[in-house]
Structure formats: C-alpha cells, structure tokens
C-alpha cells in the first residue's frame, strides 16, 4: 500500500520555526519528485516547493522563498520541509505529494495533511 504521512505540524509563534516531515512507503522514493503543497480556509491548494530525485534541484513559490527550506532523505524514505521566520498568513494544512517526472506535470501520490496555525 502506498502510503505518504506527514507530522511536524503545530502551533507557532510569528517568526518562530517548525520542520515538516513525510515518510513515504510502498514505492521506491529515490524515483519520485517531492512536493509541498498548502491550502487554507476558502482557498484553493497552492504549490509551496518541490525537490528533484536526488535533491540536487529546488524550486518555491515567490511567497516562501528565502524563509522555507525543502530536502530529502533516500535513505529514510522522508522529505522535510523547513519554515523559519513563520508569518500568520503561512497558516494553512500543509500536504506532500509524489511525482514520477520533473518538472512535476502531476503529482500521483498525496498525504492526508498536518495542520501549520501562526498566532500569537
């Protein structure tokens, strides 16, 4: 069964930090892109980041380029997301996904999610 899971997700302070992370099972991970996705209340799923096969490529959105971080791990099946400098508006359920090309023309595989709240 392929199964993506995500956890890290929590309650923030602005400004503060929170790693994400997704271990994947039931495909050979090293062959798949990762991606990051995100979506709040009223409104749709937005792309936030995704990394190659091997990690050697990255590419984020304009609205968290500089203050989040995407990696991988092929030895442990996992890709992480790492949010410094946590804003309110980056309060959404956060999701990763899996895509056997890159660039990504689809993701086939996705998570259930892990809640990101910023608040003070």
């Known amino acids: 069964q392929v199964q993506l899971v995500e956890s890290g997700g929590g309650l923030v302070q602005p400004g503060g930090s929170l790693r994400l992370s997704c271990v994947v099972s039931?495909?050979?991970?090293?062959?798949?892109?990762m991606g990051w996705f995100r979506q709040a209340p009223g409104n749709k799923r937005e792309f936030v980041a995704r990394?190659?096969?091997?990690?050697?490529?990255?590419y984020y959105a304009d609205s968290v380029k500089g203050r989040f971080t995407i990696s991988r791990d092929n030895a442990k099946n996992t890709v992480y997301l790492q949010m410094n400098s946590l804003k309110p508006e980056d309060t959404a359920y956060y999701y990763c996904?899996?895509?056997?090309?890159?660039?990504?023309?689809?993701?086939?595989?996705w998570g259930q999610g892990t809640q990101v709240t910023v608040s003070s």
């Open positions: 039931g495909f050979t991970f090293s062959s798949y892109a």
């Open positions: 990394i190659s096969f091997s990690g050697a490529s990255t």
């Open positions: 996904a899996a895509s056997s090309r890159w660039p990504p023309f689809e993701y086939g595989y």
